[in-house]
């Protein structure tokens, strides 16, 4: 049998005659054979897997060690421990970054790809990043991850599609969420639907997708002809304990400091806000609304129930594959830029009651 048979039995099964691949399995199976992907890549130029560099922007505590869990009682071998922890935290429930590596992993399985993912401090992000490339077709990557100058030199060999983040450069393709859109869009249910007049953004800007939303925001104050604030309130944006700082400055001023809504750039801001609100007796949404925007798992369980815009998180990620199969069968065709949907979703936060 030729090396041209038992090869095209595993890269390409359904061309080869069923008698002829139970022979090769079988030979296989007996041989303990397993394919190289090394040499089928230096064979055809290609890898057949593609790159995520990836790592949870909101949460740096993702590089810390982790805390340890406070045993309940003692436990004999064989016993199951039990430990107390806060399950329904919403920190443990998956974010953005979680949601959209997992629509990539999905698009790679469904069209035969390897995933390689890395992550990892600013210290070895070179390196990490340099490892990466060498062993994937093209390569996806979270914003502010990897600096400009090394995605432009990547983007010459191989292609590159950035996530959440606006035109880089020539060279680049990306994939966002329609943020400014989906920012307007509840901003003005806020207005037309509650009546609101007095709002606050509250995010930092340091981000593409949150420059965006602060501009939709503005935007919709700015149609109904409301006094628009020239900056956000950054330091309400990530930071539990000091969003629960901020909130007790603004509540020691005074009843009339709190605005009438708290327009949050992610869920997650929302949610720190929330929780600092109820810790200081400030009701939501009776006092003050909220919303947020992403559309995490946590805004569905946390009481009340946050109003957000949902962004396509899952077909994000099967974007970015979609664009990076697309670059290779065509290496010069011109950058892709995709923007998708988003879905504003009503919940009790902003003052909408539960159907």
């Known amino acids: 049998m030729s090396i041209a048979t038992v090869s095209m039995t595993f890269r390409r099964p359904h061309k080869v005659r069923e008698?002829?691949?139970?022979?090769?399995?079988?030979?296989?199976e007996a041989l303990n054979y397993v394919p190289s992907a090394s040499a089928r890549g230096l064979a055809h130029g290609r890898t057949g897997a593609l790159g995520l560099y990836s790592f949870d922007y909101f949460r740096p505590e993702a590089f810390e060690a982790p805390v340890a869990l406070e045993p309940v009682g003692q436990t004999r071998a064989g016993e199951v421990a039990v430990v107390r922890e806060d399950d329904e935290?919403?920190?443990r429930f998956p974010l953005y970054v979680d949601e959209v590596q997992r629509g990539v992993e999905?698009?790679?399985?469904?069209?035969?790809?390897?995933?390689?993912?890395?992550?990892?401090?600013?210290?070895?992000?070179?390196?990490?990043?340099?490892?990466?490339?060498g062993r994937v077709d093209g390569l996806a990557v979270f914003p502010r991850?990897?600096?400009d100058d090394v995605l432009e030199r990547i983007s010459q060999r191989i292609p590159v599609v950035a996530l959440s983040e606006g035109q880089q450069h020539d060279g680049l393709s990306n994939v966002c969420a329609d943020n400014r859109g989906g920012m307007r869009a509840v901003t003005e249910h806020l207005i037309v639907e509650h009546g609101l007049r007095d709002l606050q953004f509250v995010g930092e800007l340091?981000?593409?997708?949150?420059?965006?939303?602060?501009?939709?925001?503005?935007?919709?104050?700015?149609?109904?002809?409301?006094?628009v604030p020239r900056k956000p309130l950054a330091r309400l944006a990530v930071d539990q304990h000091d969003t629960g700082r901020v909130i007790a400055d603004v509540l020691a001023r005074g009843g009339d400091a709190l605005p009438?809504?708290?327009?949050?750039?992610?869920?997650?801001?929302?949610?720190?806000?929330?929780?600092?609100l109820a810790e200081h007796g400030v009701r939501v949404p009776e006092q003050v609304a909220v919303t947020g925007f992403d559309g995490i798992v946590a805004g569905r369980v946390v009481r009340p129930s946050l109003t957000t815009v949902r962004q396509p998180m899952q077909a994000m990620g099967?974007?970015?594959?979609?664009?990076?199969?697309?670059?290779?069968?065509?290496?010069a065709g011109p950058p892709v830029?995709?923007?998708?949907?988003?879905?504003?979703?009503?919940?009790?936060?902003?003052g909408c009651s539960r159907p």
């Open 318 to 331: 099967r974007a970015v594959v979609d664009i990076l199969v697309e670059r290779l069968a065509d290496p």
């Open 89 to 91: 935290h919403h920190r």
């Open 145 to 147: 991850t990897v600096p």
């Open 106 to 133: 999905l698009e790679c399985w469904q069209r035969g790809y390897a995933l390689l993912i890395g992550g990892g401090s600013r210290a070895d992000r070179p390196t990490v990043v340099t490892d990466i490339v």
């Open 206 to 227: 340091s981000m593409f997708d949150a420059q965006e939303r602060f501009s939709g925001f503005q935007a919709a104050l700015r149609g109904a002809g409301l006094r």
């Open 260 to 276: 009438e809504a708290f327009v949050c750039v992610t869920d997650e801001a929302a949610v720190n806000l929330m929780e600092a």
């Open 19 to 28: 008698e002829t691949r139970k022979i090769v399995e079988a030979a296989a």
């Open 337 to 350: 830029s995709r923007r998708l949907p988003v879905q504003v979703v009503l919940r009790e936060s902003c």
